[in-house]
C-alpha cells in the first residue's frame, strides 16, 4: 500500500470519528469473510458500518480525538464499527452477532467519550432503540386525552343507563 492511500484511509477514518457516537473495535479473527460481510450488512441497515484498517493507521487516525484510550487495545485483527446515528441499533447487531459467532469479541467500545467494556456494551444492547422510544412517546401522548375522553363520555353513558333502567323498571311494572 502506498503513502497516499494510507493517507487517504487515514484522513476518511479521522473524518468518520469526528462524527461518530458509537465506535467500538473488535477482533475478527475466526471470522469467514462471509460472516464479515453478513455483519457489515447488518450494520449497514442500522446506520453503522465496520472499517478494517491496519492497527498503525487506525492509531493515527485517533490521535488527537475522543477515541485516543483505543490505542491500549490495537493488537491483532482489529475491526472499527463507527455509527453517527443511534448508538443502540448497532450495540444491539454486535451483541446478536457475538451469540452468533463467538469468533468476533469486542475489545473496546467508546460511547460519546465514555470508555465502555463489552459488558456495558451488552448492557447497552438491551436498551430500547429510537424508534422504540418514540412509539413509547407517542403512546403516552395519546394516553392522556384518550382517558380524558373515557371520563367525559362516562358521565353522560351512567346518565342513558340510569334512564334505560328507569324505563325498563316502569315496562315491567
Avoid: C, W
Amino acid at each position: 500500500m502506498e503513502r497516499d492511500e494510507k493517507a487517504a484511509i487515514v484522513q476518511e477514518l479521522s473524518e468518520k470519528l469526528a462524527s461518530a457516537k458509537l465506535a467500538v473495535i473488535a477482533d475478527y479473527r475466526g471470522l469467514t469473510v462471509h460472516n464479515l460481510q453478513t455483519l457489515r450488512r447488518e450494520l449497514r441497515t442500522n446506520k453503522a458500518e465496520v472499517r478494517v484498517a491496519k492497527n498503525t493507521l487506525i492509531k493515527r487516525a485517533i490521535q488527537g480525538t475522543g477515541f485516543a484510550a483505543f490505542e491500549s487495545h490495537l493488537q491483532g485483527n482489529t475491526a472499527l464499527a463507527l455509527t453517527d446515528a443511534d448508538p443502540v441499533a448497532p450495540a444491539k447487531v454486535l451483541v446478536k452477532f457475538m451469540k452468533d459467532h463467538p469468533a468476533l469479541s469486542i475489545k473496546s467500545a467508546i460511547l460519546d467519550g465514555k470508555v465502555l467494556t463489552s459488558d456495558e456494551l451488552t448492557a447497552l444492547s438491551k436498551l430500547p432503540g429510537i424508534n422504540e422510544l418514540r412509539a413509547q412517546l407517542l403512546g403516552l401522548m395519546l394516553a392522556v386525552p384518550t382517558s380524558f375522553v373515557r371520563v367525559l363520555n362516562g358521565v353522560p353513558q351512567k346518565a342513558v343507563y340510569l334512564l334505560q333502567a328507569i324505563k325498563d323498571s316502569k315496562e315491567t311494572n
